[in-house]
């Protein structure tokens, strides 16, 4: 009857889709030990979540083991890598449509009538649960240089606004990149912390998104699966993306995913992506 929902970001996105491959509730329980933490925790996914999902069940803090107990975790399977193929056939013919108007959330004017290309080349902040370090998962931003003069590029990572603002203006000025948040819609700036619908207009223009797994992707193949995809990942994570992108392929989706390690050539990964990047168009 239920599926487990505990985080507000990346895998929670994937936990919504799970719900609707398995035309189940979504009992929102975050892991906190605290009542006090459990409700704040739950009322941040239900914020972020319910935009996407109209599935979502709140759970009372002292009804917690009781409902896990009826519940399928899917994270904890997607973590440990053992849900099927055929799972990851029948989530990629699933489109999560906005759950309310969206005529009021930020417009991104900036982007529009252009082509548009998310960039994600690092990790500034990660929540530790894909298996690895955000240091791990990110890469020097030069192995993106191709990207410059392909379009508008548009910075998607998630970063703190004040600790992490030298680096990303640094990154915006080298890519000549638009920053959300930085020029218009200033309430967006950082994108962690920021509710998720508050990027549909962003993601609705885009073109192609080259990058980091991360919270966006699992957005864009969530509510977004035509808009052409190369997930970059560290093969020591927990997500088998090979499979996934597989999968929406199969369902005539351009989406592709391209594995690094510490052993990697960086120099000829960076010939690798952009000759599929190449091919998507």
Known sequence: MFIAERNAFGHGIFTAVAAEVADKLLAVMPEKNSEEEYEAEQENIIKNLDFMSNVLVKVPF??????????????????????????????AKRKLEPTEATDKLPQFAGLKDKVNILMVPQKLISDGECGVTADQQSLNPQVFNFLKGKGQLVLGQHFHKVNDLETVQTLAKEFDMYVPGMTEDTEVFGIRGVQHKMYYHLYRQLTASVGIAGTHTWIMLAMFPDIPQIILYNRNGVERWDTIAEAYRANGKNIYAIGFDENTDMAELSKIIEEQFNQLF
């Open 62 to 91: 002292k009804m917690r083991r009781q409902i896990e107990k009826e519940s399928s975790d899917v994270l904890t399977k997607l973590k440990a890598g053992t849900l099927p193929d055929e799972f990851w056939f029948q989530f």
